[in-house]
T-cell receptor, first 111, second 111 residues
Framework: DAGITQSPRYKITETGRQVTLMCHQTWSHSYMFWYRQDLGHGLRLIYYSAAADITDKGEVPDGYVVSRSKTENFPLTLESATRSQTSVYFC??????????FGEGSWLTVV | GQQVMQIPQYQHVQEGEDFTTYCNSSTTLSNIQWYKQRPGGHPVFLIQLVKSGEVKKQKRLTFQFGEAKKNSSLHITATQTTDVGTYFCAGISSNTGKLIFGQGTTLQVKP
């Protein structure tokens, strides 16, 4: 009973390539989020979605694209990966009351 | 912009000592949440506080929400090696409704 799953868990890609990180939740939470975590920066919000077909930018959206055609899925795409996008990416889902639940993370290395 | 500041950034304690991390917001929060992230893991929801002056306990952990709903604290009594990790506070702004994470406090416990 994972609740929220991310794939791939680990990825190495080359600069300039397109990469998509997948996120799937089984709780039917309306809200979904993508965060990146880097040393010294804590958790930074990339994009979030309040419902299917509704997405909004977070703190650091540049270089990323999201979509949410179904409530349970919220993929994050790096259109042209750069080394500065090497990070750990966490997907999360949450309720209107604000509590959020994180996936296990996707470790992305851009070489 | 709105910020949630968390101090200290790092704390090393001897096993058995107490530990406290503090969270301060520049604006009023509608609620405050606390998360724990073990090394190599993902943030896990611990608790949510909603009422002004609220105090909640979970075994050796005591969480407080300030009277003005702008600050919060997490106190661990008699730390154990299992308490190692990074503790994040996250507050929902009363103005924007957005969840904002503090930078986290990383706790190391020496056995």
């Amino acid at each position: 009973d994972a609740g929220i799953t991310q794939s791939p868990r680990y990825k190495i890609t080359e600069t300039g390539r397109q990469v998509t990180l997948m996120c799937h939740q089984t709780w039917s939470h309306s809200y979904m989020f993508w965060y990146r975590q880097d040393l010294g920066h804590g958790l930074r919000l990339i994009y979030y979605s309040a419902a299917a077909d509704i997405t909004d930018k977070g703190e650091v959206p540049d270089g990323y694209v999201v979509s949410r055609s179904k409530t349970e899925n919220f993929p994050l795409t790096l259109e042209s990966a750069t080394r500065s996008q090497t990070s750990v990416y966490f997907c999360a889902s949450g309720t209107a009351q604000g509590t959020i639940y994180f996936g296990e993370g996707s470790w992305l290395t851009v070489v | 912009g709105q910020q949630v500041m968390q101090i200290p950034q790092y704390q090393h304690v001897q096993e058995g000592e107490d530990f406290t991390t503090y969270c301060n917001s520049s604006t009023t929060l509608s609620n405050i949440q606390w998360y724990k992230q073990r090394p190599g893991g993902h943030p896990v929801f611990l608790i949510q506080l909603v009422k002004s002056g609220e105090v909640k306990k979970q075994k050796r952990l005591t969480f407080q929400f300030g009277e003005a709903k702008k600050n919060s604290s997490l106190h661990i009594t008699a730390t154990q090696t299992t308490d190692v990790g990074t503790y994040f506070c996250a507050g929902i702004s009363s103005n924007t409704g957005k969840l904002i994470f503090g930078q986290g406090t990383t706790l190391q416990v020496k056995p």
